[in-house]
């Protein structure tokens, strides 16, 4: 699977951003998906995740109210939606597939095949 991931960009602090990971190479419809961060100098975090069938969604606390991921199987793509944005957004944000098929992880070390990313910067 080679994920592509879109969308970043600069904006201004409570602005929006739409970000995108298109998949190709192999369908994802039956995978879990992720949405991680890394800032300059930090961790790789986790932002969200979404079931195979997108019943299910995970947030981590920093971003719930704010965040969105939804997925079209159809399309293989899965986004997240980013509103209010703080300058502590600021990161390089990537898709992943998660390895299993039991409950959604929020560890990078059980997802697979990751984008390239795409950089958010958010302005104060």
């Known amino acids: 699977v080679q994920l592509q991931a879109s969308g970043g960009g600069l904006v201004q602090a409570g602005g929006s951003l739409r970000l995108s990971c298109a998949a190709s190479?192999?369908?994802?419809?039956?995978?879990?998906m992720g949405w991680f961060r890394q800032a300059p100098g930090k961790e790789r975090q986790f932002v969200a995740a979404?079931?195979?069938?997108?019943?299910?969604?995970v947030y981590t606390d920093s971003v719930k109210g704010r965040f969105t991921i939804s997925r079209d199987n159809a399309k293989s793509t899965v986004y997240l939606q980013m509103n209010s944005l703080k300058p502590e957004d600021t990161a390089t944000y990537y898709c992943?597939?998660?390895?299993?098929?039991?409950?959604?992880?929020?560890?990078?070390?059980?997802?697979?095949?990751w984008g390239q990313g795409t950089l958010v910067t958010v302005s104060s």
């Open positions: 979404i079931s195979w069938n997108g019943e299910n969604t």
């Open positions: 190479g192999r369908s994802i419809s039956t995978y879990h």
């Open positions: 992943a597939v998660q390895r299993d098929w039991g409950r959604i992880r929020v560890v990078g070390a059980s997802y697979d095949y």
